[in-house]
């Protein structure tokens, strides 16, 4: 099973950036797509941005243009820059690895531990 840290979050203020990463563990991370997902306080988990094995990249209209999600396979690790953030940015954020359908649907079985972002003057 692969086991997936998340790091990076934090507290900042509107307007900042912050670049969260996340290290897949196994052998398998090249091949399969990378999702990074978010949940805020009493809402569903959605897609925030994915990046398939060979770079083609998706992301959530509302972060279009201030997301940045990347890959690198030599270190098992995706990350995802930031910026601009806004208050409505603020969740716990969380990576998933799969084939993409299953990445784009969210449907996994098990989660990180996530990392917390909040946007706050």
């Known amino acids: 099973q692969v086991q997936l840290v998340e790091s990076g979050g934090g507290l900042v203020q509107p307007g900042g950036s912050l670049r969260l990463s996340c290290v897949a563990s196994?052998?398998?991370?090249?091949?399969?797509?990378m999702g990074w997902y978010r949940q805020a306080p009493g809402k569903q988990r959605e897609l925030v941005a994915s990046?398939?094995?060979?770079?083609?990249?998706t992301y959530k209209d509302s972060v279009k243009g201030r997301f940045t999600i990347s890959r690198d396979n030599a270190k098992n690790t995706v990350y995802l820059q930031m910026m601009n953030l806004k208050p409505e940015d603020t969740a716990y954020y969380y990576c998933?690895?799969?084939?993409?359908?299953?990445?784009?649907?969210?449907?996994?079985?098990?989660w990180g531990q996530g990392t917390q972002v909040t946007v706050s003057s």
């Open positions: 998933n690895i799969g084939p993409i359908g299953t990445v784009l649907a969210g449907e996994f079985g098990s």
């Open positions: 196994g052998s398998i991370f090249s091949i399969y797509a």
């Open positions: 990046i398939t094995s060979g770079s083609s990249k």
